[in-house]
């Protein structure tokens, strides 16, 4: 039986006392940790699967103001995410990096004279920009442009950004463990009992099936699709805010062109699709809108999504595309704030910040997207400041670099110099590939110094390009447990994984998740950088 002290809170003999749980290991989730655990906050997060393993994983890999929200009215979302673009740009320099995209125009769509307007208001939104403006474009007197057909005469390019979605996820979990947050992957919160200045939680591990009961000030409802749900069956509370479900799916096929820019298609429904150049060698294309009310846990791509999406591109493109082109195709549900716009494609991609707190405060996230997230983080706690004694009002994640980020991007081909001086016959398209997901923490804690020799090793090969320090890294530091958390969310080398070298690097994981001590991966979060 729990006993309470005078003021009603747990007594400490009882377990430890967080001031924030957060249910949802995505990236608003894990946003708000890294701000709150910042801010001085005891924060304990709670994932059911692993980190970014729903929603925050299965995105477009933008990092953008959203050229088409303009349409809707979307100004003060477009700003503040075209501010945001420019922030992360600065603070996570190796996953995050410019893009140049190409908008061709179609005289039986959008007139020319509207996109030149929307992209007007798109460079001068945010009186920060540092990325290169629009420019008008002579399609066939490009080399970006004669990969489109010739009836395609006139478009334009302008600046976004690209981003390694599910590696932002991991990395604000990472730098919220290294201030003291405790991050439980593969945890599930049965149900939260409510008091009137704190709540009791039952969390489940998913995989040994044994509870505990933890004691939090707040809660923070993160849990993305599921936030409705979160709310009414394990929290007991009636919202008057809804999120609407859409499906988006992509596919992954053989690069389509030789250029560095991406595209974005206007399709005849008013639709955008883009198709955006991948892991070196492949394109993706992406992404489609389909109301979903089935279950969020299991989502994958139909065939007349395929069909969708390959006319996009061959509406646009000499290089004709069939379904049996794809080698890769992923699918998420994005819980988007219900707006009840008639239309999946028009419904606000901005969030709504729900605080209920009429006794224990929860506060629940409803929508959203990648680009603002650390806003939203700011925002979250903002509102929940009056509620909770000790939060510290200064925010400071605007400036301050993720794990590994603490370079200038001029200074990325230095990074990878130094692998290559350091790893005698490690490739450079290796080199470059760990710095793009690792940055100055590739060469600090990913390689390890083999006793009597002044070079450092990487392991055994265990397929593609991807050796045994990298792994045993993502291991103890970043909650990755099976060759798909690597594979698929802290890379894409699944992309190059024959069977046979996913049966290799499963069995390399067992054996070393079975050698490791109990409590070494939390220690080893918090010591790095």
Same mark, same amino acid.
């Given at each position: ?16 006392i967080h001031?924030l749980?957060i ?9 708000? #940790?890294r ?6 906050l005891k ?12 929603t925050?994983?299965?995105?477009t890999?933008?990092?953008?103001g959203?050229l088409?929200?303009?349409?809707y009215y979307?100004?003060?979302?477009v ?11 600065n603070? #996570?320099p190796?996953?995050i990096?410019?893009m ?5 125009h179609?005289a039986?769509l ?5 996109l ?14 540092t ?10 007197d ?9 009836d395609?005469?006139?478009?334009f390019?302008?600046?976004d ?8 996820? #991991?990395?604000?979990?990472q730098? #919220?463990?290294r ?6 992957t593969r945890t ?7 008091h ?8 489940e ?16 409802n993160a849990?993305g ?29 053989p690069?389509q ?8 298609l ?13 892991e ?16 969020a ?14 006319e996009?591109v061959?509406?646009?493109? *000499? ?7 794809v ?6 549900v ?9 239309n999946a ?8 910040l729900?605080?209920d ?7 629940s ?5 990648i680009?603002?997230y650390? *806003?939203?983080a700011e ?6 400041a ?13 400036d301050?670099?993720l794990?590994?980020?603490d370079f ?9 110099a ?13 080199a ?5 997901n690792?940055?100055t ?10 006793t009597?020799?002044e ?25 990755a447990r099976?060759a ?8 894409k ?5 024959t ?16 050698h ?14």
């Amino acid at each position: 039986m729990t006993t309470l002290s005078p003021s009603g809170l747990p007594r400490s003999s009882d377990g430890p006392i967080h001031d924030l749980l957060i249910v949802g290991g995505g990236i608003n989730g894990t946003g708000i #940790a890294r701000d709150a655990t910042g801010r001085g906050l005891k924060v304990l997060l709670v994932e059911k699967d692993d980190l970014a393993s729903h929603t925050s994983s299965a995105s477009t890999k933008l990092i953008h103001g959203g050229l088409r929200y303009l349409e809707y009215y979307e100004f003060r979302l477009v700003r503040e995410a075209l501010n945001e673009r420019e922030r992360l740009l600065n603070i #996570a320099p190796h996953i995050i990096w410019p893009m140049r995209f190409i908008l061709p125009h179609s005289a039986m769509l959008r007139p020319a004279w509207l996109l030149r307007t929307g992209l007007f208001l798109y460079d001068n939104l945010c009186r920060s920009m540092t990325l290169p403006k629009t420019r008008s474009l002579r399609l066939q007197d490009e080399a970006a442009g004669r990969v489109l057909r010739p009836d395609y005469v006139r478009g334009f390019e302008y600046s976004d950004g690209w981003v390694q979605d599910s590696r932002l996820v #991991a990395l604000n979990a990472q730098d #919220a463990a290294r201030r003291g947050a405790e991050i439980c992957t593969r945890t599930r919160l049965v149900n939260a009992e409510r008091h009137p200045d704190h709540w009791v939680a039952t969390l489940e591990d998913t995989t040994t099936g044994e509870t505990r009961q933890v004691f939090a000030r707040a809660v923070i409802n993160a849990a993305g699709p599921w936030v409705a749900e979160l709310l009414k069956d394990r929290l007991s509370i009636d919202s008057r805010n809804h999120v609407r479900l859409v499906k988006g799916s992509h596919i992954v096929v053989p690069k389509q062109f030789d250029t560095e820019q991406a595209y974005i298609l206007q399709n005849p429904d008013r639709r955008i699709v883009f198709a955006i150049p991948y892991e070196k060698d492949f394109t993706l294309i992406g992404t489609t809108d389909i109301p979903w009310d089935q279950d969020a846990n299991s989502v994958t791509i139909s065939k007349d999504e395929i069909s969708y999406l390959c006319e996009s591109v061959n509406r646009y493109f *000499k290089r004709s595309l069939t379904p049996d082109d794809v080698v890769w195709s992923y699918s998420g549900v994005r819980p988007l704030y219900d707006d009840h716009s008639g239309n999946a494609s028009a419904v606000t991609r901005d969030y709504r910040l729900d605080l209920d707190h009429s006794a224990a405060p929860v506060l629940s996230v409803f929508g959203g997207k990648i680009t603002t997230y650390r *806003k939203l983080a700011e925002h979250a706690l903002e509102k929940l400041a009056p509620h909770l004694k000790g939060l510290s009002l200064v925010s400071w994640t605007a400036d301050s670099p993720l794990p590994g980020g603490d370079f200038k991007r001029s200074e990325f081909s230095k990074l990878v110099a130094s692998l290559l001086r350091h790893i005698p016959g490690l490739s450079t398209e290796t080199a470059t590939r760990l710095v793009r997901n690792y940055g100055t923490l590739a060469e600090t804690h990913i390689l390890s110094k083999q006793t009597g020799s002044e070079h450092a090793s990487l392991g055994a090969l265990l397929g593609a390009d991807l050796y045994e320090r990298e792994v045993d890294y993502l291991i103890d530091h970043e909650w990755a447990r099976n060759a798909q958390d690597i594979l698929w969310r802290r890379s894409k080398l699944g992309l190059r994984f024959t069977d046979e070298d996913i049966s290799r690097l499963e069995d390399y994981i067992t054996r070393r998740l079975h050698h490791n001590a109990p409590d070494d991966r939390s220690e080893s979060v918090t010591e790095i950088i």
